[in-house]
């Protein structure tokens, strides 16, 4: 007779437990809202002008060159990395001094790993590639990471991209690869 107890007990209590998680699920199911709310973006992250886009939203400029090189738009103040076969690795907005470089096919003759840009902001991953009336012309990161706009006040020639773009265009820009300017 005990055993027969003890059986009805630890059924009596599965189907209470199945009762009360039943219970529990009903009342959540009614809480939850119809549409999962939507993500919000997390405050601490920063966007970025080198979220790689696509191709289509900013294909390479058409009479660019060929081969491994950097494509620089001075009128859509855009850059593109071209690996090989002639794939875009990465596409970005730059913020451009107003000393701009000729249109045409430049070589890269200096790079440094950091030092002081003309407007005095402490830079890193500097390449040079075009002089214009004197002034040397290259690319630059800011190592605060602003993207502040010239003052247009000063001649500056530098062409700032974020701390990411500038890691990325060092890793292709070395000493005599192509720099190709479009308009």
Known sequence: MARIKSSTLVSGL???AIVVVAVLAAQAAGSAPDQPPQARPSTSAVKSPSTKPTPKTYPLPVASGT???VVYSVSAKRIWLVGDAE???????????NVAPSVGIHRVFSRRA???GGDGAQVEHVVLFATTDGINVGFSAATDGSLAKPDPSKQTAAIRETRLDGTALWQIAT???TVFVVK
């Open 14 to 16: 599965t189907a209470a």
């Open 67 to 69: 081969g491994r090189r």
């Open 87 to 97: 794939k875009v690795d990465r596409t970005y907005a730059v913020v451009a001094g």
């Open 114 to 116: 950091s030092g002081i």
């Open 175 to 177: 000493i005599g690869s």
